[in-house]
């Protein structure tokens, strides 16, 4: 399986970005898939995810409100829109799955498929 993350780039504050992590190799239907990110002399952390009914998500307390996880299963694609954008939410975004699990987990090590990352710039 493979997870191709894309729609990173240099965004004002204020503004809004869309990530979206197309996966191959696999038919999603019974994996949670997640978002996490990690700033430069950071930990990774954990953003959101969703089971991939579409029926649960969960937000890291800095997203809720302002991130929204979504999935599209015809595009076998997951999504994360992010408003209201803030110089410290510029990170390098990975999109994961815990493949064959549809248990929502915040923890990186519970997920068992990662993409390459992609680069959020938030300016102030």
């Known amino acids: 399986v493979q997870l191709q993350a894309s729609g990173g780039g240099l965004v004002q504050a204020g503004g809004s970005l869309r990530l979206s992590c197309a996966v191959s190799?696999?038919?999603?239907?019974?994996?949670?898939m997640g978002w996490f990110r990690q700033a430069p002399g950071k930990e990774r952390e954990f953003v959101a995810s969703?089971?991939?009914?579409?029926?649960?998500?969960r937000y890291s307390d800095s997203a809720k409100g302002r991130f929204t996880i979504s999935k599209d299963g015809a595009k076998n694609t997951v999504y994360l829109q992010m408003n209201s954008l803030k110089p410290e939410d510029t990170a390098v975004y990975y999109c994961?799955?815990?493949?064959?699990?549809?248990?929502?987990?915040?923890?990186?090590?519970?997920?068992?498929?990662w993409g390459q990352g992609t680069l959020v710039t938030v300016s102030s």
């Open positions: 994961a799955a815990r493949l064959g699990n549809p248990i929502l987990s915040t923890t990186a090590g519970d997920y068992n498929a």
């Open positions: 190799g696999r038919t999603v239907s019974s994996d949670c």
């Open positions: 969703i089971n991939w009914s579409g029926a649960y998500t």
